[in-house]
């Protein structure tokens, strides 16, 4: 069973355009949700996190939106450049266990010039 | 140096055999983590350590074992490997409530 759904597989973005990547979880228990970043040859790393009691969270170019109704939480990467160019994982966590991470399946982003 | 160092970084192997994948870390944290990572699937949670006298299966634990040596080293064996667990495999570690932080992994190869 599928506990985060995430999409697309892969993306393709020109350079200062708008990358923005989807994810929706099931298990409403969930109060945690980081968003990692890997780029090859290399383990994930923590991009930007949020927290169900806001429903944006801004770290420069990358932002956070969040729906709680709807179960729904994105990533907008603003000004795309080919440095962004990665695999981005969103993940949720359950509450008091923020260690204990479920990820998404991942996509692949592309930023070309 | 590292923080979270995974050895071997590549392996290969054949079908049968025994494997352990080794990490160590030097941030001093509590928690550690091993996942595998398949094309597709993201990364699923094998097993999981809150402290040295602690051990949890994840979602996918048949066909694996860890042993927490020390806080700072979590190995993960494949007692008798099988094709199907060829995968990337990376560790983790990280705090009560604080982010994880990922080894560069260990690409295993079983033929």
């Known amino acids: 069973q599928q506990q985060v759904k995430q999409s697309p597989q892969s993306l393709i973005v020109q350079k200062g355009g708008i990358s923005i990547i989807n994810c929706a979880y099931e298990?409403?228990?969930?109060?945690?949700f980081p968003w990692y970043q890997q780029f090859p040859g290399k383990g994930p790393a923590l991009l930007i996190a949020i927290r169900p009691d806001v429903s944006e969270k801004k770290e420069g170019r990358f932002t956070i939106s969040f729906n709680k109704s709807a179960k729904q939480f994105s990533l907008h990467i603003m000004d795309s450049q080919p440095g962004d160019s990665a695999t981005y994982f969103c993940?949720?966590?359950?509450?008091?266990?923020?260690?204990?991470?479920?990820f998404g399946t991942g996509t692949r982003l592309q930023v070309t010039l | 140096d590292a923080d979270v160092t995974q050895t071997p970084r590549n392996r290969i192997t054949k079908t049968g055999k025994r494997i352990m994948l080794e990490c160590s870390q030097t941030?001093?944290?509590?928690?550690m983590y091993w996942y595998r990572q398949d094309p597709g699937l993201g990364l699923r949670l094998i097993y999981y350590?809150?402290?040295?006298?602690?051990?949890n299966k994840g979602e996918i634990s048949d066909g694996y074992s860890v042993s927490r040596q020390a806080q700072a080293k979590f190995s993960l064996s494949l007692e008798s490997a099988i094709p199907n667990q060829t995968a990337l495999y990376f560790c983790a570690t990280s705090d009560l409530g604080q982010p994880q932080h990922f080894g560069d992994g260990t690409r295993l190869s079983i033929l």
């Open positions: 298990n409403t228990a969930f109060d945690y």
């Open positions: 993940a949720a966590s359950k509450a008091g266990t923020a260690s204990k991470l479920t």
């Open positions: 350590s809150f402290d040295v006298k602690d051990i």
């Open positions: 941030k001093g944290h509590d928690r």
